[in-house]
């Protein structure tokens, strides 16, 4: 079993800064890539970034590259999801996930833990 905790959501105005951190605890996580998503109201959940457990293999959805950053605390056992340049589109319910490293990728589905979510709001 794992257990996946987001934190780091809010207000924040166009252009700004947030960081999310998703707390992860489980034993089978050595084996797994973590993944962020998001989900704005009436849309898709929608992939953002993906890393391994050991912190290798980054990489992003386009619409995310060069603004957002997925890193992993090995000292914290989180993963965070640095967000940059923020824009009122990025306003969305964000969502940490696990899977196995061989099938987690950008489809949603083949993840197999979800945290609760964080409200990230952008105003302009």
């Known amino acids: 079993q794992v257990q996946l905790v987001e934190s780091g959501g809010g207000l924040v105005q166009a252009g700004g800064s947030l960081r999310l951190s998703c707390a992860a605890s489980?034993?089978?996580?050595?084996?797994?890539?973590m993944g962020w998503f998001r989900q704005a109201p009436g849309k898709d959940r929608e992939f953002l970034a993906r890393?391994?457990?050991?912190?290798?293999?980054?990489y992003y959805a386009e619409s995310v590259k060069g603004r957002f950053t997925i890193s992993k605390d090995n000292a914290k056992n989180t993963v965070n999801l640095q967000m940059n340049s923020l824009k009122t589109e990025d306003t969305a319910v964000y969502y940490c996930?696990?899977?196995?490293?061989?099938?987690?990728?950008?489809?949603?589905?083949?993840?197999?833990?979800w945290g609760q979510g964080t409200h990230v709001t952008v105003s302009s």
């Open positions: 996930a696990s899977g196995p490293t061989a099938i987690a990728g950008t489809n949603p589905h083949k993840y197999l833990y």
């Open positions: 890393i391994r457990w050991s912190g290798s293999m980054q």
């Open positions: 489980g034993r089978t996580l050595n084996s797994h890539a």
